[in-house]
């Protein structure tokens, strides 16, 4: 083989090896550069690794498959990448390789006690492969036989009865394809991975400031006078962030970060790209932290709006932007009479911070003339995270916020082009602009009615009205809800097709038929097209579109390119006598960038700016000309109930968190360097005080129960480590705690899955004899 020789396989997890060490206080440094460039290495040798990492976000390179935070459009460093980044790169350049043997040597049932580490481990997917009911292991199929499958699949079915799922490192010509296919069959079931992420963000934002998207830009972070990080860890999550929030401190800026644990990004950062990163001791971050209670952030945001009205009242005309306010705004003074009065001790009570705590922050906003406030899943996931959001909006707005250097708000986005994969149709409730530009450009006939999100698509997985689910890219068995239900109802399904690039937990429960389709990551070479190698686009979190290109040969000559795939299953699903001229599309990716041009706003001469230097950057009002494209053209104040949780007597508050080693459902590694938490996942992190207080000892084994209205669901073999977390609030690994989140536990509005909104208790472990003897003698009364 062309690569030599396959680095070895990992071993699986032993829950038993954990250990726990001190958290740290400070992120990145040198530390993080070799630990990068160790598992690079292991994965992809000497070679692959210099030839991927130097083309890693510079221009003409690829696009970080990490996380969505934008590229300097100034002069690049000659490594413009993060530690986390470079894990990402590793974890797709790796040489192993799962093929034909893989599959034949292990069976379903072998691969469903696996863990996700191992599985992910085993390399990148080298052929199409596929399951029949009835049959026991995977094994190869053509990719003609494929697609004939699919096509067939699609054409027995109803369109509705077709659920097609999109993960957002999708780039926007494969997206914009993908949903072009759905709704050329006729459904709007374009669940996405926004859906469980930052869909709260854009329910709360498109009716307050009339775009579903931050309106910052990168010198924006630079030129604040003030930052607020709210449940975001972006020392793992964003570590670029880190070097932009440093250049921001180093102009004078202050930042505040609101969070429950005391995550080492916030405090302290180590740029390992400057000498005194090095040798020094790195910048100090945070200002203030406020160890908010999880679910907290909607009480803390309406104090501040009451003190900075407080404030404006007591030197009037110096806090709140009334110009701005009258020119562009509506429903102040709704705002205004609700805010009036504050309950400080109910504020207390729900965000478990002092009045002098917030006081101080407030203060700090009233100095500030140039504010932004960032935000992550820490306040997405929850019942009330739209009307938190909302709330931020309310306060962003009295000040004036937008639409000036250094101000505005700036949801942290989470997969690499998840907001490209929105701005590109991936929804499922469209608008009617949208539809019927569609319509024009292809015609078609879109449908109208609204499709199902991710938690309905669950939904109708268990009612059994889905009879092809497809899924372009994710792992959406783990990364949604309710596991087991969810679970059950992905088995029932009558085709599963998974457009992967690494095996994981949802090829494994699988539909009565099921697909492994492989295809080409981002830093793989694409050229097996008439007019040779094309290129993609992305948009990253503050709308700048730019291309990517990987150059890196593929591990195996079977791999498909995703808008490939796409183009393949339509044609086979529709034949040749189709409106849309799929193939033409996938043989040369500007004619699908020329369509976009002319059904999306924003995207004139795309082929050509895509080409620039930057990219280019899409229309903002609220940045661009301080104006809000509502329903009413005028931003908007809106006035919310406070509402936060309180858990039933007995029982935490639990919130789930990625590890510093993990890249949503694949884990890199088994380090939670900055937590301290190593060689072991099935952890709780929780107070001193409230495992005292629950009876239970530091590093106890476990089982976990939630609790959802009255109904109950249990994971079991958790280990609790005693952890300087806000009283009352435990915290756990996504996804080992998903089993836990009830499917009807999700935010209004938004319907995301509420990840960070668990009422827990605990109960010693029972070993495995026990827990059998239990249920046999269950079962014997039962009958
Ligand atoms: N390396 C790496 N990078 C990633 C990812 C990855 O898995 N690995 N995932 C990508 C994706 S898809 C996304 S969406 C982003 C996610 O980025 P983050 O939002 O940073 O991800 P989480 O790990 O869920 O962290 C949420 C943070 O919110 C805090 N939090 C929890 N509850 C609350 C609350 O009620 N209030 C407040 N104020 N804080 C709270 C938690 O303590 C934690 O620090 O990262 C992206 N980047
Ligand atoms: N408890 C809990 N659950 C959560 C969250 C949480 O905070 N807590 N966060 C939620 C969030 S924010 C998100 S975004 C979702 C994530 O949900 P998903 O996006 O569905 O999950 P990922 O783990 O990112 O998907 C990993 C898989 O993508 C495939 N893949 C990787 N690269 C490519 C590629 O280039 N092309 C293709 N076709 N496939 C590729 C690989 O096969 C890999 O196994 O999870 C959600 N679930
Ligand atoms: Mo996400």
């Not at 830009?217 to 020392?235: C, K, M, R, T, Y």
């Not at 109960?763 to 003897?773: D, I, S, V």
């Amino acid at each position: 083989m062309k690569f030599g020789k396959q680095p070895a396989p990992v071993a699986d997890i032993n829950e038993d090896n954990l250990e726990v060490h001190k958290p740290k206080t400070e992120a990145a440094g040198v530390k993080a550069v070799m630990v990068a460039l160790e598992r690079a290495v292991a994965q992809a040798g000497v070679t692959r690794t210099a030839q991927s990492l130097l083309r890693l976000n510079q221009r003409g390179g690829f696009d970080c498959p990490g996380c969505a935070w934008p590229e300097s459009d100034k002069k690049r460093k000659a490594a413009e990448f993060c530690e986390n980044g470079a894990k990402a790169v590793a974890e797709e350049n790796t040489l192993r390789t799962v093929g034909a043997e893989f599959w034949a040597k292990h069976s379903i049932a072998e691969l469903s006690e696996k863990t996700e580490y191992w599985l992910g481990n085993q390399g990148r997917l080298s052929e199409p492969v596929v399951i029949r009911e009835g049959e026991t292991h995977y094994s190869p199929i053509s990719w003609n036989d494929a697609f004939e499958l699919i096509g067939e699949h699609v054409r027995a079915s109803t369109p509705d009865r077709c659920v097609f799922y999109t993960s957002g490192r999708t780039a926007n010509e494969t997206a914009f394809l993908y949903q072009l296919f759905a709704r050329s069959i006729g459904t709007n079931n374009l669940p996405d991975c926004s859906n469980m992420c930052h869909e709260s963000s854009g329910s709360a934002l498109n009716p307050t400031i009339g775009i579903g998207k931050g309106t910052v830009s990168l010198d924006d972070i630079h030129d604040a006078e003030l930052i607020f990080v709210v449940g975001q860890n972006p020392g793992t999550n964003h570590p670029r962030m880190l070097s932009a929030l440093k250049e921001c401190k180093d102009k004078g800026g202050k930042v505040v970060a609101v969070n429950p644990l005391p995550e080492a990004g916030l405090f302290n950062f180590r740029d390992p790209q400057t000498l005194s990163g090095v040798v020094g001791g790195g910048t100090p971050l945070a200002d203030e932290y406020l160890q908010i209670k999880v679910g907290g952030d909607l009480a803390l945001f309406q104090a501040l709006g009451h003190l900075l009205l407080e404030a404006e009242e007591k030197n009037p005309g110096t806090v709140v932007d009334h110009s701005f306010i009258a020119a562009q705004t509506d429903g102040f003074d709704a705002y205004r009479d609700a805010r009036r009065t504050l309950d400080w001790d109910e504020t207390e009570t729900a965000t478990g911070l002092t009045r002098e705590q917030i006081e101080k922050v407030a203060g700090m906003l009233v100095a500030s003339k140039a504010s932004i406030f960032c935000w992550a899943l820490g306040v997405t996931q929850q019942p009330h995270s739209v009307d938190t959001i909302k709330e931020m909006v309310n306060v962003l707005l009295l000040q004036g916020n937008f639409g000036k250097p250094g101000a505005g708000a700036c949801p942290v986005r989470g997969h690499s082009n998840v907001q490209g994969d929105r701005t590109m149709g991936i929804w499922e409730k469209p608008g009617e602009k949208l539809l019927s530009a569609i319509d024009a450009e292809f015609g078609i006939t879109s449908p109208r009615h609204h499709g199902y999100d991710a938690v309905e698509s669950m939904e109708a997985f268990e009612r059994d009205e889905v009879d092809v689910f497809v899924s372009m890219g994710g792992n959406f068995s783990l990364a949604c809800s309710d596991t087991e239900t969810l679970e059950a109802g992905m088995q029932r399904i009558g085709l599963t097709v998974h457009i992967s690039t690494k095996p994981n937990r949802s090829h494994i429960v699988h539909g009565r038929t099921s697909l492994i389709l492989p295809t080409l990551g981002r830093t793989d070479k694409d050229d097996k097209h008439p007019k040779g190698a094309q290129f993609l686009s992305v948009e990253d979190s503050m709308s700048v579109v730019h291309s990517t290109q990987g150059r890196l040969t593929p591990v195996s000559e079977h791999l498909l390119a995703e808008p490939v795939i796409v183009a393949r299953m339509a044609e086979a699903t529709f034949g040749a006598d189709h409106p849309v001229d799929w193939r033409g599309m996938a043989e040369d990716y500007d004619v699908i960038r020329d369509h976009i041009e002319r059904v999306l706003p924003g995207f004139e001469d795309f082929n050509a700016r895509v080409r620039t230097k930057n990219g280019f950057v899409l229309p903002n009002p609220p940045r661009d000309t301080r104006s809000f494209a509502t329903d009413i053209g005028r931003g908007r104040f809106t006035v919310s109930p406070l509402e936060y949780l309180t858990p039933p007597k007995g029982h935490l508050v639990l919130q789930t968190m990625r590890s510093h080693d993990q890249y949503n459902t694949t884990f890199y590694g088994l380090d939670d360097r900055y937590r301290g938490i190593s060689d072991g996942r099935r952890v709780i992190l929780i107070h001193p005080e409230d495992l005292a207080e629950a009876g239970f000892q530091d590093r106890e084994l476990v089982d976990v129960v939630s609790t959802f209205q009255g109904v109950d669901r249990r994971a079991d073999k958790f280990r609790l480590v005693a952890y300087p977390t806000a009283k009352g609030c435990a915290a756990a690994y996504f996804p080992e705690a998903n089993a836990l989140v009830h499917k009807e536990n999700v935010a209004r509005v938004s319907n995301t899955p509420g990840f960070k909104a668990m009422f827990v208790r605990f109960e010693p472990h029972k070993g495995e004899t026990a827990a059998a003897e239990e249920s046999a003698s269950l079962q014997a009364s039962a009958v």
